[in-house]
């Protein structure tokens, strides 16, 4: 008995052991920089920042290319060059002692020119952002407002890049922007583009504008995303929650309970958070019909007393404010949650057999040929070829 009681309190152990683990790897990551921004480097040099500024240097000896940069494409860095200012590479090829060292081997360690002929090369992709040096140098930014102080830093890395938040020190939205698409790229949507081969754009924990995606983000995203809707647009399109909100399961619904007595007072602003995931013409009209409600419907299946509509005479056959043509021209999102268009055409139609009732406005024959020429599909639901030439519509 005692043994089993250990091996579930090791086994609980294990699993608070499992948790605490993840909490600190994510952690981790949020300290870093993201991939998708910053991609991978691969660096094989030898070098000291804090014993070049030690030596009188600047970040303009080395990286003055960097003043009329305006592209994370731009490398901006030293080569042979710039370092020949104050290594004598040639006397270091020769094996000559300099000072300072400038033998291959200072830079590139390991490397042996009798072995091979070049050392091993630099990868160092772009960042996946916009960006313009040029522009932050005549602003006047000094290079460790993005950078940190780089006496402490020997080879510089990733870790040197500036973070979100450093940015935001300045694109607060009053000294400078402060919208997404200032500095991250966009799709031709216009929302944020998120996947790179280096990897997925994601908000990490600390971020500056509270977006934090973290490990149960996608379990309590909820409250975030009814109250800051247009933040979530950024990147993500309004069908993109029906992947999971499809209304299959219950944990997944994004409505209240009862939501289908409460609707209709949402769905009377005509939203367009509704039309996102529902289309009136099928998800709406389908529904109403199975409540008894709509032209097809089966009256026996409405509930008592319910009225839909003002009595007939007043809302068919009247002139006057109660008219339905009245209220589908505030309103004709509601009229479609029940009415196909079918519905309309079996009395506003020339080619009904009911009725054939012309639903236009006093003089719209003088506008009918330009909206004819434009687009004449929506003209030809309800009229012939023949009868708009008749009309002087084509």
Sequence with gaps: ML???????????????????????????????????YPPQHVPLRFDHAQHLEAGAECATCHDAARASTSPKDRNLPGHEECGTCHDIEEGRKGKPTDPP?????????????????????SMPAANLHFSHQQHVDKKVECSVCHGEMKDVKLATRNQLPKMATCFKCHDGSAASNTCATCHPTEPSGRLRLAFDSGLLRPMQGNPLGMD????????????????????????????????????????????????TLHPVQARTN?????????????CVACHERSGVGMD????????????????RSWVEL????????????????CISCHREESCMSCHSELSSRRQINPHPAGFAQTCK????ANDRACLKC?????????GCR
């Design 3 to 37: 043994h089993r009681q250990n091996r579930h309190v090791l086994l609980a152990l294990a699993a608070l052991a499992t948790l605490v683990g993840a909490g600190v790897a994510w952690a981790a990551t949020a300290r870093e920089r993201s991939l998708a921004v």
């Design 102 to 122: 400038s033998s291959c081997n200072t830079c590139h360690p390991g490397f042996d020119a009798t072995v091979r002929k070049e050392p091993a090369k630099l």
């Design 213 to 260: 995606h973290g490990p149960r983000f996608e379990f309590n995203h909820g409250s975030r995303a009814s109250t800051d809707r247009m933040t979530c647009l950024q990147c993500h399109s309004e069908t993109s929650c029906q992947t999971c909100h499809d209304g299959m399961q219950k944990p997944l619904s994004i409505h209240p309970n009862d939501y289908i």
């Design 271 to 283: 939203s367009p958070r509704c039309e996102s995931c529902h289309r009136a013409q099928s998800f």
């Design 297 to 312: 419907a089966d009256k026996s299946l409405r509930s008592r007393n319910v009225k839909v509509h003002p009595d007939y």
């Design 319 to 334: 002139p006057g404010p109660q008219h339905h043509g009245i209220a589908a021209s505030r309103d004709l999102t509601s």
């Design 370 to 373: 330009k909206l004819a020429s």
């Design 383 to 391: 009229h012939t070829t023949e009868s708009l030439a008749q009309k």
